[in-house]
């Protein structure tokens, strides 16, 4: 499936049962057109068009599962080199950045689907990475699960990767219920950050977060050219430039590394950052980090020697660039 739809709500209810009416007796009564059109009195040819329509107003969505074939030797070299729980590393051949991380989201959700149980906790960064999971995920029924929203909103032009729909996204796959932190990500200095880490309402949030029995994170980079967060439109290029001239190479929920996996905790950004801190991710029981692209190598080796990761899921040409990387430093 391609992103994520919605019923059109602009199309009166009347209209949409009709579009439901007709893809419930094509798609799941595998009625044929034109027994469809006998029955309702429509032309075969109307019928096409409902169907087509019912697709285009959110009513109807396919959903494609390609096969998602692995390297076993590369994802033992990780799980070994860097003592993770897990590791799965996808071979999909060429495909453009945004396809490659629809696979490496149904690779995550299907792991996911095997470690969240009937009263887990979630925890979610953000990111178009934890968008893909949420979107491939098809779980049972747990309406005792918990989500909860790790680090501050970045409001930007694209709601869907931002952090407190993505709670939501991930409670309603589940049935769950879901808690979202009420403050930006970054906020405009050191002393609004600590007056909002201390309000109530905040508090609660991130005392939840110390219950997360699985957290789903992305791995930024600070590589100004595919910056997440320039890509939101959150800082400029000047900006994460700057935090990369510090020796950071990436970060997992705002917690900045170097290459060698020792976090940042004095950067000027992250004075004015809300969300979970260092010890809480690191005490969570499994923080599963998706992440690809052979340009986001040294954000991931940074992540892994930082021990803020149990499990990897990645692309092979990525996990071969880490290896080196690894080897060379």
Partial sequence: ??????PDLTINEERLNLLAQVAHMYYEEEMTQQQISVQLGYS????????????RAGVVEIRIYHPLARN???????????????????????????????????????LLETVVKHNSVIGVSWGTSVY????????????????????????????QIDGPELARWFARKYG????????????????????LMNDRHVRDVLDKARQVDVAIVGIGSTDPSISSLVRAGYMDIEEVRSIANTGAVGDICSLHFDINGALMPGLPVSQRTVGVQEDVLHNIPIVLGVAGGEIKAP????ALRSGLLDILITDDLAARRVVELCNSR
Avoid: C, W
């Fill in 1 to 6: 499936m391609v992103g994520k739809r919605v």
């Fill in 44 to 55: 075969r040819s109307a019928i096409s068009r409902l169907l087509t329509e019912a697709r």
């Fill in 72 to 110: 076993a030797a590369l994802e033992q070299e990780l799980r070994e080199r860097f003592s993770l729980r897990e590791a799965r590393v996808l071979t999909p051949g060429p495909l453009p950045y945004h396809k490659l991380l629809r696979r490496l989201g149904e690779v995550a959700a299907r």
């Fill in 132 to 159: 893909e999971v949420a979107n491939a995920l098809r779980p049972p029924h747990y309406p005792n699960v918990t989500v909860v929203q790790l680090i501050g909103a970045l409001g930007t032009a694209d709601p």
């Fill in 176 to 195: 769950g219920r879901y808690y979202t932190l009420p403050t930006p990500l970054v906020v405009e200095n050191a002393a609004i950050r600590d007056a």
């Fill in 299 to 302: 954000a991931m080796l940074g």
